[in-house]
């Protein structure tokens, strides 16, 4: 893969953020493989995010970030500079499902998430043997119903003892405590098997079933502290009708759910989700 560094910013919309950044980094020699820019107009935010091809600088990450750094105050910029040779350290979770684990691993595997998955933890030891076939550490951490705060403890211990840049409910079907939401906000990834706000909490395809509805989906978001409810990255659909069961409807599920799972998570890895309240921007 080439080598790229991604510049991603969000600042108050004006007039000339895209030529002054442009014109910034054409004057450091920098060739700009792909751009991308939105405009909210109700809320006069502006978003970019640039990839930019790392040889054609000359200089380092770090180099280009205290280059950048006057340009980024003058227009009041929250920002970051990530090269894309440091990859990101991701911990999966997962409960007993096993379809969106055993699919991250396949597209992991296969080169096509560019990441380094440091360990699964789960509260049930169902996906050992799986988990260690593909040579990664897997930890079995259960949550007591009388004491949750302690088997929290353990999970956070973990995935700060992987230094891990992102973390991933594959599945796991444990509610995390606030504490841990807001320790690792926006880094918290979540399948949620229903096209959200529609029919959330329990048995989601079982409550469509009953309501007789022809499109049934999934739902990839940021985990906050409200269940459900933070920002989204993907989402998608499938074609239902008056003949499926709803053994047929979790089984089309599962398919959307994984497609769903994936794409949210390469996108968070190629920093093309910027977070902006309750919502996203996403340069998919």
Same mark, same amino acid.
């Given at each position: ?13 004006? !007039? #000339?953020?895209?030529?002054?950044? $442009? ?23 502006? /978003? ?8 054609? *600088? ?7 970030? $205290?280059? /950048? ?32 684990? !055993? ?7 296969? =080169? ?22 593909? @040579? ?15 088997? /929290? ?7 700060? #003892? ?13 509610? *995390? ?21 529609? /029919? ?11 309501? @007789?509805?022809? *499109? ?13 409810? =933070? ?21 089309? =599920? ?9 794409? #949210?998570?390469?996108?968070? *890895? ?6 902006? @309240? ?7």
């Amino acid at each position: 893969m080439s080598h790229h560094y991604r510049l991603v910013v969000s600042c108050p919309d004006q !007039v #000339g953020i895209v030529a002054r950044v $442009s014109s910034f980094i054409a004057q450091q020699g920098g060739s700009i493989t792909e751009a991308s820019q939105h405009s909210d107009l109700e809320t006069g935010r502006f /978003f970019m995010r640039y990839e930019i091809l790392a040889d054609s *600088l000359g200089m380092s990450a770090e180099a280009l970030r $205290s280059a /950048f750094e006057p340009v980024a105050e003058a227009f009041n910029m929250q920002w970051s500079l990530v090269d894309t040779q440091k990859r990101r350290r991701v911990v999966l979770m997962v409960s007993r499902e096993s379809h969106c684990l !055993v699919d991250l691993l396949y597209r992991w595997q296969a =080169g096509e998430l560019d990441c380094d998955i440091v360990g699964v933890i789960s509260n049930h030891e169902d996906m050992r043997s799986l988990t260690e076939w593909y @040579g990664i550490p897997y930890h079995y951490i259960p949550v007591d119903a009388t004491n949750k705060q302690a088997s /929290f403890d353990k999970v956070q211990a973990q995935i700060d #003892g992987a230094r891990a840049d992102c973390v991933v409910l594959a599945r796991y079907m444990q509610i *995390l405590p606030p504490a841990l939401c807001e320790r690792y906000v926006g880094r918290v990834i979540n399948i949620h098997h229903s096209f959200l706000p529609s /029919f959330a909490g329990a048995k989601p395809y079982h409550q469509a079933y009953e309501r @007789g509805v022809k *499109l049934i989906g999934a739902t990839c978001h940021y985990v906050t502290e409200e269940l459900d409810a =933070g920002p989204i990255i993907e989402q998608d659909i499938h074609r239902v009708s008056h003949c499926h069961t709803p053994t047929d409807l979790v089984r089309f =599920g599962r398919d959307v759910e994984k497609a769903v799972l994936a794409r #949210g998570l390469r996108w968070h *890895l190629e920093d093309r989700v910027l977070i902006h @309240g309750n919502k996203t921007v996403v340069f998919s």
